[in-house]
């Protein structure tokens, strides 16, 4: 999944992440650096919404008003952000943008925020409701993704945290399975972000869709640690269960790749769309590579996964097979990741 343009977008925020500097965004290391990559091409929101850690107003706003970004730079003049409130600067900053950048005007934005400007005038300094930009007043899909991005990085700090704490709970020996562990999740979170991708073909959501399921393995990570690593409460489950929920899962896999690659194939069916055929070809090569490598980064997170528990639960191995259960329990949110559909109606 290509989230970036190029190393050379990072200097439009040059200063601001010393990270970004060093790194290749053609090939970020993972879900989390190629979000703050993909923000990065953005210099006005990427300061306004601290996707780099904490927001810069008074940096934003010289930039917001160098690209011509009206919606900010009104926002920040009515919110007092990075320079005080002014509802005058505030309105004017909507017509200088409608007048210098009309590709780009919002009609609707520009709307909300005239909207609470005259409210705005109407009341106190203390009544007057300070705007969001992504929850009042983001409506397309770059802004979304945009959004999404400051909310991805975000979270993906706080699961580091939650990784971080988690490994001083551990001995020296079972810290360096955990940290293989962590490694082998990231791999596999990055791919079946970019599995999601590519399934959406060429079609506006699909970094959204990315995003979206990259979020969703997230989740089902931490609660896996919280479970199974820190309140050591992994279910005991027998040889014969885990090879049900494995047959279960080579039965859900397969039907995920049809049920994504058969409107493309039906596409090459019917003549009417002959002239799209080299590019559904594409979209079907690429999305069951997509799923094939994210498949088999997920078995390298499962062993690893299960690596741990021997040791984790090794005095408790009379009792049950913690590589068993552990497996199990991994396999069964492999299950749910796959029926997951970040952007529409979840499959069965």
């Not at 439009?12 to 979000?35: M, Q, R, W, Y």
């Not at 972000?193 to 995003?211: F, K, P």
């Not at 994504?260 to 002239?275: A, G, H, M, T």
């Not at 528990?309 to 191995?317: G, I, K």
């Amino acid at each position: 999944m290509v989230t970036a343009a190029g190393l050379c977008l990072v200097a439009l925020i040059a200063g601001s992440s010393a990270l970004l500097a060093k790194v290749d965004c053609d090939h970020p290391p993972d879900f989390a650096t190629g979000e703050k990559c993909f923000a990065a091409q953005f210099p006005c929101p990427y300061s306004y919404l601290g996707i780099d850690g904490t927001p810069d107003y008074a940096k934003a706003l010289n930039l917001c008003r160098a690209d011509n970004s009206g919606a900010f730079v009104a926002l920040m003049y009515l919110n007092g952000e990075g320079t005080p409130r002014d509802l005058n600067k505030a309105e004017a900053a909507l017509n200088v943008w409608k007048q210098n950048n009309p590709d780009q005007f919002s009609t609707s934005q520009a709307a909300a925020l005239d909207k609470v400007i005259k409210r705005c005038r109407r009341a106190t300094t203390e009544a007057c409701p300070r705007l969001d930009y992504c929850k009042d007043l983001a409506e397309g899909t770059l802004d979304l993704e945009i959004c999404d991005a400051a909310e991805q990085v975000s979270s993906e700090a706080a699961l580091s945290r939650t990784i971080a704490r988690i490994r001083n709970t551990l001995s020296a020996n079972d810290r360096e399975k955990f940290d293989r562990l962590v490694v082998n999740f990231k791999a596999y979170q990055d791919q079946e972000a970019g599995r999601a991708y590519d399934a959406v073909g060429n079609a506006m959501e699909r970094g959204l869709a990315g995003t979206g399921q990259a979020a969703f393995v997230r989740d089902n990570f931490l609660k896996l640690m919280a479970e199974t690593i820190e309140s050591r409460k992994l279910k005991p489950v027998g040889l014969t269960t885990y090879r049900a929920l494995n047959a279960q899962l080579d039965r859900v896999y397969e039907r995920s790749i049809y049920r994504i690659v058969q409107s493309w194939q039906e596409d090459l069916r019917n003549p009417i769309f002959k002239d799209h055929w080299d590019e559904e070809k594409s979209y079907i090569k690429e999305y069951e590579e997509s799923a094939r490598e994210s498949q088999a980064q997920w078995v390298k997170f499962r062993d690893s996964c299960a690596d741990l528990a021997s040791s984790l639960y090794r005095h408790q191995a009379g009792r049950f097979d913690p590589a068993v259960s552990m497996k199990a329990a991994v396999t069964k949110l492999r299950i749910a990741e796959l029926r997951y559909n970040p952007i529409g109606p979840q499959s069965n």
